[in-house]
């Protein structure tokens, strides 16, 4: 069965030019519609959206950066491909930023219109199936979680498998990513439900002690033990036993916790008795457990018995939006709570927020809306009410300010200077890989400094990295 026509909208003012880029298509399997003018171009995404458009700048009527900027607020996610005569990097660079899948510069060849064309066609393609299968799973969340990106949605699948069986279940990750509310979901969707949940961070635990939290003890077993301790195990006997931050305990207790796990028995400090208990082991760590192994620091033989249900909570900067889903959730939270009339974010706080990496994760985002919340003094959250570090890289310092090696070219003064043009593309990934080693060889904190998406530096890396190797 042949593929369906694409619909292409060409957007070009110029008849002759127009009628060149439709034949440029012919080979092409799309339809292509032309019109003259922006307010044409607008009535005719509206009467029947195409699945690209490609889009001149400079219009009689409307410019193409506003038909773009029309395009994003009505929410309608069409890949536009501007056209240009202004070879300028700071008009490419707009363009990407107002979310313009690409660009090109008159006079452009036919094989270049069509290689963007399918990118941009394909790419449109790739995304709508993404939706479609983001759409199968959860919408929102699940559980307490909050977010509806793929990568935590392979973390609900193996949480709703996980729950119902008695299997241990390791959680990996780092600090601030969720960790601990992996076992609360787990706990809450189990036939365990209705028993005790109960959490020991062995961080937090001075070694000595640890074995008495975790087992309990006797009075009298050892110097201030002035009553009978139950223990962290027979507290949750019939539930579920979370252990957080399992890197941190001691070889030496590592020992008694494997026996207890192949026994199923315990003994509390400075008791002969031996006591059955029935619980589920949920643990969780922030350091990578087969390192540890390696290392001698962790015994292999509890890791693998451990290590039954592995679960690797994604950092929060490989979320996809969930960022900013999540800011919300703490932004309406915290206003009730402070009892503050505040509405939202103002679309760069939002997009100050989808671009820094947050080396905090959750934790680190949570901080930075309360503290916005308790600050902000209008009906919005903006920048400039964000903590510092994402103000500063919503509002970076010129590429190469802080970088000796980098000089930033300036236009010279001089009647004699030399007239030599550096052609648009080459120009643009100097700009890139200028931005990129400045920032640490970090593409979100590159595309910031850029305004524009890390996807659209990512794209152009993988086009170069295409051509390089044809």
């Known amino acids: 069965?042949?593929?369906?026509?694409?619909?292409?909208?060409?957007?070009?003012?110029?008849?002759?030019?127009?009628?060149?880029?439709?034949?440029?298509?012919?080979?092409?399997?799309?339809?292509?519609?032309?019109?003259?003018?922006?307010?044409?171009?607008?009535?005719?995404?509206?009467?029947?959206?195409?699945?690209?458009?490609?889009?001149?700048?400079?219009?009689?009527?409307?410019?193409?950066?506003?038909?773009?900027?029309?395009?994003?607020?009505?929410?309608?996610?069409?890949?536009?491909?501007?056209?240009?005569?202004?070879?300028?990097?700071?008009?490419?660079?707009?363009?990407?930023?107002?979310?313009?899948?690409?660009?090109?510069?008159?006079?452009?060849?036919?094989?270049?219109?069509?290689?963007?064309?399918?990118?941009?066609?394909?790419?449109?393609?790739?995304?709508?199936?993404?939706?479609?299968?983001?759409?199968?799973?959860?919408?929102?969340?699940?559980?307490?979680?909050?977010?509806?990106?793929?990568?935590?949605?392979?973390?609900?699948?193996?949480?709703?498998?996980?729950?119902?069986?008695?299997?241990?279940?390791?959680?990996?990750?780092?600090?601030?990513?969720?960790?601990?509310?992996?076992?609360?979901?787990?706990?809450?969707?189990?036939?365990?439900?209705?028993?005790?949940?109960?959490?020991?961070?062995?961080?937090?635990?001075?070694?000595?002690?640890?074995?008495?939290?975790?087992?309990?003890?006797?009075?009298?077993?050892?110097?201030?033990?002035?009553?009978?301790?139950?223990?962290a195990v027979l507290s949750a006997d019939g539930g579920t036993l979370f252990l957080d931050e399992i890197g941190e305990m001691q070889p030496e207790f590592q020992s008694k916790l494997l026996r207890f796990l192949e026994t199923g028995q315990v003994q509390r400090v400075g008791e002969d008795k031996l006591r059955k208990c029935n619980v589920r082991i949920v643990c969780a760590t922030n350091r990578d457990p087969r390192h540890e192994v390696a290392e001698g620091r962790f015994r292999e033989d509890l890791f693998y018995r451990l290590h039954v249900i592995p679960v690797e909570m994604p950092p929060l900067r490989e979320r996809e939006t969930d960022s900013l889903m999540l800011a919300n959730h703490f932004l309406q939270m915290f206003a009730k709570e402070d009892g503050k009339p505040i509405e939202g974010f103002t679309e760069a706080a939002e997009d100050a927020i989808l671009t820094y990496t947050w080396p905090g994760n959750i934790r680190e985002l949570k901080n930075a809306v309360r503290n916005a919340v308790v600050l902000g003094e209008g009906p919005t959250i903006d920048v400039s009410d964000l903590p510092i570090d994402l103000h500063r890289q919503a509002n970076p310092a010129p590429v190469g300010a802080h970088d000796p090696g980098v000089r930033l070219m300036q236009p010279s003064s001089h009647a004699g200077a030399s007239t030599q043009v550096v052609p648009l593309e080459q120009q643009i990934d100097i700009a890139i890989q200028r931005a990129i080693n400045t920032m640490d060889g970090s593409i979100p904190k590159a595309a910031a400094a850029l305004k524009v998406s890390p996807s659209t530096i990512y794209r152009r890396l993988q086009s170069r990295s295409h051509k390089d190797s044809a």
Do not use: W
Request: proline share 4%.
């Open 1 to 231: 069965m042949p593929a369906k026509q694409a619909t292409v909208l060409i957007v070009e003012d110029v008849i002759s030019l127009a009628m060149t880029y439709r034949s440029y298509l012919k080979a092409e399997n799309v339809a292509v519609e032309v019109v003259g003018d922006g307010q044409a171009a607008l009535d005719a995404v509206a009467n029947n959206p195409p699945n690209a458009i490609v889009l001149d700048i400079n219009l009689p009527d409307i410019s193409g950066m506003d038909i773009l900027q029309t395009l994003k607020e009505k929410g309608l996610d069409i890949p536009v491909i501007m056209i240009t005569g202004d070879g300028s990097v700071q008009t490419a660079v707009e363009t990407m930023r107002r979310g313009a899948f690409d660009f090109i510069v008159k006079p452009f060849t036919a094989d270049r219109l069509r290689v963007t064309l399918r990118n941009a066609l394909t790419q449109h393609k790739l995304k709508e199936q993404v939706n479609e299968l983001r759409q199968s799973f959860a919408a929102e969340g699940f559980g307490d979680f909050i977010g509806n990106s793929l990568t935590m949605q392979s973390v609900y699948q193996i949480l709703r498998s996980a729950a119902q069986s008695n299997a241990t279940v390791f959680v990996t990750g780092e600090s601030g990513t969720g960790k601990e509310l992996c076992a609360e979901a787990l706990h809450k969707m189990s036939k365990r439900a209705d028993k005790p949940l109960v959490a020991i961070n062995c961080a937090s635990i001075p070694p000595g002690l640890l074995e008495s939290e975790i087992f309990g003890h006797v009075k009298g077993s050892f110097t201030g033990a002035t009553t009978d301790r139950l223990g």
